[in-house]
C-alpha cells in the first residue's frame, strides 16, 4: 500500500508562487510514476501534470503549461509541483497520485490539500 502525504498549500494572491510537495511511503518511490490531479468547487477531478519513473518524461495539461513544473526526487521519496503565475482559476483542491504500471491508470491517491488563488 502506497501512502501519500500533500503539504505547501494554502492562500496566494494572482499572479504569485507556490510549491506543493508530496512524500510517498510503502513502495519503492523510484518505481512509482507520479502526477498530480486537482478538483475545483463543482467541477469533476482534472489532471494536471505527471512524471515518469525515471523522470525522463513530463506531461502538462494545456492550461498549467509554462507556469508549473512537475519533478522527483527520488532520493526523498517526493514529488513536486512548482506553480507561478498563479490564477484564481488555479483554485482547487490538488491531489497527489501515484502509479505503478502506466501514468494513465493512478492506482493511489493522498487526501488533497487546498490551494486557493485570491486577493
Known amino acids: 500500500q502506497v501512502h501519500l502525504v500533500e503539504s505547501g498549500g494554502g492562500l496566494v494572491q494572482p499572479g504569485g508562487s507556490l510549491r506543493l510537495s508530496c512524500v510517498a511511503s510503502g513502495h519503492t518511490f523510484s518505481s512509482l510514476g507520479m502526477g498530480w490531479f486537482r478538483q475545483a468547487p463543482g467541477k469533476e477531478r482534472e489532471w494536471v501534470a505527471s512524471i515518469s519513473w525515471s523522470r525522463a518524461n513530463t506531461y502538462y495539461q494545456d492550461s498549467v503549461k509554462g507556469r508549473f513544473t512537475i519533478s522527483r526526487d527520488n532520493s526523498q521519496n517526493t514529488v513536486y509541483l512548482q506553480m507561478n503565475s498563479l490564477k484564481p482559476e488555479d483554485t482547487a483542491v490538488y491531489y497527489c497520485?501515484?502509479?505503478?504500471?502506466?501514468?494513465?491508470?493512478?492506482?493511489?491517491w493522498g487526501q488533497g490539500i487546498q490551494v486557493t488563488v485570491s486577493s
Open positions: 497520485t501515484a502509479a505503478l504500471d502506466t501514468l494513465s491508470q493512478w492506482d493511489y
